[in-house]
């Protein structure tokens, strides 16, 4: 019996609904704080390998801290 299922059966229907939209909730942001994670380890990766260079007239190191706010 997964989660979902004990859930249904042990709670009333009202508070199934609540505990069910809140996990809900909890994974949409826990795969979009991943999103965000791996934007910003491919933008390091890519610093580090010499494709975004600080010093360069085109580079933007406000890049990263756009990504990191799309996570708000």
């Not at 059966?9 to 505990?19: A, E, G, N, R, T």
């Not at 826990?30 to 380890?41: F, G, L, R, T």
């Not at 007239?57 to 990504?67: A, F, G, T």
Request: proline letters at 3%; aromatic letters at 6%.
């Amino acid at each position: 019996m997964n989660l979902d299922e004990r859930l249904q059966k042990d709670l009333s229907p009202d508070i199934y609904c609540l505990v069910h939209n809140k996990i809900v909730n909890l994974e949409q942001q826990c795969k979009k704080q991943k999103e965000v994670i791996n934007k910003a380890n491919e933008w390091v990766r890519n610093w580090m390998h010499g494709t975004n260079d600080w010093f360069e007239e085109d580079s933007k190191p406000s890049e990263l801290l756009d990504i990191l706010k799309v996570s708000k």
